[in-house]
């Protein structure tokens, strides 16, 4: 059964995806990403030395600072900062900056839909823009599913709040490694095709998950043609502001 999409788009399709990089002068990296017109700017800073109280000072660190379009802070965003940083820790290489945090400051722009997803794509293309070394590239995408059982990818905010349920998956970006010269070989082809994060929202079932799984993971290979385009000249020769 086919649902009709208010934008014309069928079930597999995204949204066009915009990215810009070094959009903010004072910041040692920064991007801006957009799907559809869902737009956030990631902005970040450092390493600086030391870490939190909480945090491992043999390793480094990063803090992530969510920000609203308007109004406070809020519950949903927190637990947005909380996956944003779990994510962003986990492609990050830790050991080679240690006792060091590196800040990721994320403004939305504009929210219609799929808006953690944005969030962790533009964080992304912020940390290479500010020469952060990382294991690998990731990309999210949403998932969302119907009362019918259909699966819709990258959601507007209408059809988020239409559906029985959806799920965020963040992935490696297929093969392109920004390891600086050890192994991409021991964990990184592990990681290929591994899931590195996964939130879900609502009721869905082992099936309709690993359906959702499948859809999206059809989906950011694109994305990861996407990003390495966009990234490809920095990858290859700007290593101007590495640390």
């Known amino acids: ?34 799907q559809g017109n869902t737009q956030v700017l990631a902005a970040v800073y450092g390493p600086k030395g030391g870490t939190k109280k909480n945090e491992n000072p043999e390793k480094a660190s990063v803090e992530v600072i969510w920000k609203p379009k308007t109004g406070q802070i809020g519950k949903q ?69 119907a009362e019918s059982g259909l699966v819709m990818l990258d959601p507007t905010k209408l059809e988020e709040e239409k559906m029985k349920a959806f799920v965020y998956l963040v992935l490696p970006n297929s093969i392109l490694s920004v390891l600086p010269e050890e192994s991409s070989s021991e964990k990184g082809e592990q990681m290929e095709h591994g899931l590195i994060t996964s939130v879900t929202h609502g009721v869905m079932s082992v099936d309709d998950y690993l359906h959702c799984l499948e859809r999206g993971r059809a989906a950011t290979s694109k994305m990861s043609d996407f990003l390495r385009r966009n990234l490809q000249p920095q990858l290859s020769g700007d290593s101007s502001k590495a640390g």
């Not at 597999?12 to 991007?31: D, E, F």
């Not at 900056?97 to 964080?123: F, K, R, W």
């Not at 823009?129 to 599913?145: Q, Y």
Request: glycine share 4%.
């Open 77 to 145: 965003e927190k637990e947005y900062e909380m996956v944003l940083k779990r994510t962003l820790q986990s492609i990050c290489i830790l050991t080679i900056h240690p006792n060091t945090t590196t800040s990721v400051i994320v403004q939305v722009v504009h929210d219609d839909g799929a808006l953690l997803p944005c969030a962790i794509n533009a964080s992304c293309a912020a940390l290479v823009d500010a020469g952060i070394p990382l294991k690998h590239l990731a990309v999210a995408i949403c998932c969302c599913l």
């Open 1 to 34: 059964m086919e649902i009709d999409r208010a934008d014309g788009r069928s079930p597999n399709q995204l949204r066009p995806l915009s990215c810009s990089r070094g959009v903010l002068n004072r910041a040692h990296g920064s991007a801006s990403w957009a």
